[in-house]
């Protein structure tokens, strides 16, 4: 009855159609498989990773530095999406494009600047190395590659309310007397939480799967810095595919349970500003 019903759209049930032939294949399937796949080999292998500590080390590295980072980007985010609307400052187009760099740039090639940069003979890595600080090849370093990869998600997703929100309300408060700290926690925080809460969790799922900039600055070493995605790849070197495909149904569970967190919270925060519009 759905596809013989009359629709405004010239041609909706061979567009719908398609665009479900295309999640089928392109999202569904490939789930499926991975989620089918571990239990062709039994229980056993299946019971053996669970056991394994190494695992869940690795789940707790991937998982606190993708937080940590998700959360220092934050700030940065906000103060740069507000910078770029509202300040314009002398090369704004050139600060607009390296805020996309991450998008557009190798996940490899960021890892190995980032090495580069901060490995103990690097310009910053001596510094810090003087300074009794080690960056490169500990958790310190993920938590900074994965701070470059996730930034511009939150960027991207606060600048354009940003750019819808009258500037007269700002200057309004600021008359009555406001307190920057004031305009900003009640005029430009509650207009912004939702989009803040969509880029956070933007980021923080980009950065529990990130692999390509993390490596390289990692160390890699067990149960200090090696990550999830890295002990999925040795798995599948070693011929595991029943282990490297149990951890990544693992990973893709904790990511969604996560980002279902994430969204719910921001559903309860987007509700919560509409009722007080109401009222």
């Known amino acids: 009855m759905f596809f013989l019903r009359r629709h405004t759209l010239p041609g909706f049930p061979l567009t719908f159609g398609i665009t479900l032939l295309w999640v089928g294949l392109l999202v569904i399937l490939p789930l499926l498989a991975l989620i089918v796949r571990p239990w062709q080999d039994g229980t056993a292998a299946i019971l053996q990773t669970l ?29 740069l999406a507000w910078t770029l609307v509202r ?5 704004y187009k050139i600060i607009n494009a390296c805020i996309d760099l991450p998008f557009a740039i190798p996940t490899a ?26 960056v490169a090849f500990t958790p310190t370093g993920i938590v900074i590659a994965l701070m470059f990869v996730g930034l511009p998600f939150l960027v991207r997703t606060i600048e354009p309310v940003l750019q ?14 406001a307190t920057p700290f004031q305009k900003f926690y009640r005029v430009i925080l509650p207009a912004i939480l939702p989009a803040t809460l ?6 923080f799922a980009r ?5 390509g900039s993390v490596i390289f600055i990692a160390g890699n070493q067990p149960f200090r810095s090696e990550i999830v995605p890295l002990l999925i790849v040795m798995r599948l070197q070693e011929f595991d595919y029943s282990g490297a495909t149990t951890i990544a149904v693992m990973l893709l569970l904790t990511a969604l349970i996560c ?4 969204s ?6 987007s509700r919560g500003l509409v009722m007080e519009d109401v009222k």
């Open 51 to 79: 056991h394994d500590t190494r695992v869940f080390a690795a789940f707790r590295v991937s998982f606190g530095c993708a937080l940590f980072a998700a959360l220092l980007d934050l700030p940065l985010g906000i103060l």
């Open 87 to 91: 300040l314009r400052p002398p090369g």
């Open 109 to 134: 090639v960021t890892g190995i600047t980032l090495a580069t940069l901060y490995g103990p003979n690097g310009w910053m890595g001596k510094l810090l190395v003087h300074a009794g600080l080690q």
């Open 164 to 177: 819808n929100f009258p500037s007269e309300v700002e200057e309004a408060a600021f008359l009555l007397g």
């Open 198 to 203: 969509s880029g956070f969790g933007l980021a």
């Open 207 to 211: 950065c529990i799967g990130e692999y």
């Open 259 to 262: 980002l279902g967190g994430v």
């Open 264 to 269: 719910f919270l921001r559903l309860r925060v």
